[in-house]
């Protein structure tokens, strides 16, 4: 136990260099948590029988995966850097991986703000090729949990995004301070367990679209939970109470839009249904 609670004494979160570039281990996650969901995707596009090609599903990610970067890293400006005034007035600054001539990468994520990058390449990609928003946010709904969880180990071996101070023996060191390690907590309560959840949904599913609703509700109850361990962000602190974050905050709006956007799915399906039959019978009739 003492070698866990000194980890970060023992790990570089280095991986490797190539010349004067440093390869953060935090990057290579990322990347493989990007690809990582190409592949699920495909691989429940084969199980499923989901009437999409191949080549629809790498297009289709290769658009949201750059809507995700760009939207996270944005969202972080916006919502948790101190800077956000700086970054506006400068924007091309906003994805300058040097300081001060040293290449250091391009750090602040914001998961919310990747959502929003995310939603809005979904629907411009959708109008531009004509295929079903519902269908591809579904996919997305199963692919997206197991690649966050590389995410948030790849946040855990940058030593980033630290738990809150404690005493239970599984805590970690961080600058000498005993911290939970809730970058894990986080990727078991907001990825593992909300691909279980929607995996297991998805045979009982039976409109396009309830998938996405199921995952950003249980998504944001995860992220709700796992932010009781997780330190607040120090420019940003408690937002409430002294005890309710920014993210436990924007959680309870994307719980609140998830099942608004449930109950429409399905009222709307309904009712299409119930259109669709009664025409059907007058059609009967006439005959």
């Known amino acids: 136990m003492s070698f866990w609670q000194n980890i970060y004494e023992h790990f570089d979160p280095i991986a490797f260099y190539i010349g004067p570039l440093s390869v953060h281990w935090y990057g290579i996650m ?86 929003f990058g995310f939603l809005i390449v979904t629907f411009i990609y959708c109008k531009k090729y004509r295929y079903s928003v519902w269908q591809l946010l579904d996919l997305a709904a199963l692919s997206v949990p197991l690649a966050y969880v590389l995410g948030r180990i790849g946040n855990f071996l940058n030593q980033e995004l630290v738990g809150r101070a404690t005493d239970v023996p599984w805590g970690i060191y961080v600058d000498g301070v005993l911290r939970h390690p809730s970058q894990l907590y986080e990727a078991f309560f907001e990825g593992l367990l909300v691909f279980i959840v929607v995996f297991i949904y998805r045979r009982y599913k039976k409109y396009d ?79």
Request: aromatic letters at 16%; proline letters at 3%.
């Open 30 to 115: 990322y990347v493989s948590a990007l690809l990582g969901a190409i592949f699920i995707a495909k691989w429940f596009v084969k199980k499923d029988r989901i009437p999409m090609a191949l080549s629809v599903v790498d297009s289709y990610f290769l658009w949201a995966e750059l809507a995700v970067i760009i939207g996270a890293r944005v969202g972080f400006i916006l919502i948790y850097d101190p800077h956000t005034s700086y970054y506006l007035s400068h924007p091309w600054e906003i994805f300058n991986p040097f300081q001060n001539g040293e290449f250091v990468g391009i750090r602040g994520m914001s998961y919310h703000g990747s959502v």
């Open 209 to 287: 679209g309830e998938l996405i609703a199921i995952y950003g509700i249980t998504y944001s109850i995860g992220r709700f939970i796992a932010e009781f361990w997780r330190q607040p962000d120090a420019q940003v602190g408690f937002v409430y109470g002294g005890w309710l974050t920014t993210g436990q905050l924007l959680s309870l709006v994307i719980i609140a839009i998830g099942i608004f956007l449930y109950a429409y799915i399905i009222k709307s399906n309904k009712k299409a249904i119930e259109h669709k039959n009664i025409k059907l019978k007058k059609n009967k009739k006439r005959h």
